[in-house]
T-cell receptor
Framework: GAGVSQSPSNKVTEKGKDVELRCDPI?????LYWYRQSLGQGLEFLIY????????KSGLPSDRFSAERTGGSVSTLTIQRTQQEDSAVYLC?????????????FGDGTRLSIL | SQQGEEDPQALSIQEGENATMNCSYK?????LQWYRQNSGRGLVHLIL?????REKHSGRLRVTLDTSKKSSSLLITASRAADTASYFC???????????FGQGTELSVKP
């Protein structure tokens, strides 16, 4: 079946603008994760959803970052008033369920560049 | 925050040779996972080893886990040029919550 789909694949925007990144998880997967990958910081956890609720938001770097998930499926990550340090690849992953040693399945990411 | 370190940061070998990558972590874990990433792509899950397991095999992959030393190793036998990628270890501390990733090993296999 289809894997995790992320859009857009690339986004270039000016500093100060808001951006929305979208993630379509694998159908039937209840857990959804957002990570950020940058040269300086490596792979960092941002937020995790179980269904529509977010039990762990501990990785969101500032209050400019928010995420939601509706219908237990699609998730959007929103960055308000973007800064140059937000430039990174944003990766989404999903797993069948939290626990039970489930692997995470990753999308190809959104490469975000802030000018 | 990063869980630990991977060693080496980069590894270059010839096709047919074995590649060994090491990972250290800092806290108690539920399981440890290895992922592969090709340039410009997402991560692909390779293998998961539970905290009560010491060794696991999958095809040409062999993973070991030493919880007393908080370390793991990934061995790829009989490497192929197509194995060229970055390899990351990741620890699961809370039974399916977030993964904490190492910095990765960049493997180059020359034909």
């Amino acid at each position: 079946g289809a894997g995790v789909s992320q859009s857009p694949s690339n986004k270039v925007t000016e500093k100060g603008k808001d951006v929305e990144l979208r993630c379509d998880p694998i159908s039937g997967h209840t857990a959804l994760y957002w990570y950020r990958q940058s040269l300086g910081q490596g792979l960092e956890f941002l937020i995790y959803f179980q269904g529509n609720s977010a039990p762990d938001k501990s990785g969101l770097p500032s209050d400019r970052f928010s995420a939601e998930r509706t219908g237990g499926s699609v998730s959007t990550l929103t960055i308000q008033r973007t800064q140059q340090e937000d430039s990174a690849v944003y990766l989404c992953a999903s797993s069948y369920d939290r626990g039970l040693d489930q692997p995470q399945h990753f999308g190809d990411g959104t490469r975000l560049s802030i000018l | 925050s990063q869980q630990g370190e991977e060693d080496p940061q980069a590894l270059s070998i010839q096709e047919g040779e074995n590649a060994t990558m090491n990972c250290s972590y800092k806290t108690s874990i539920n399981n440890l996972q290895w992922y592969r990433q090709n340039s410009g792509r997402g991560l692909v899950h390779l293998i998961l080893i539970r905290s009560n397991e010491r060794e696991k095999h999958s095809g040409r992959l062999r993973v070991t886990l030493d919880t007393s030393k908080k370390s793991s190793s990934l061995l790829i036998t009989a490497s192929r040029a197509a194995d060229t990628a970055s390899y990351f270890c990741a620890t699961d501390e809370n039974q399916g919550g977030k993964l904490i990733f190492g910095q990765g090993t960049e493997l180059s296999v020359k034909p």
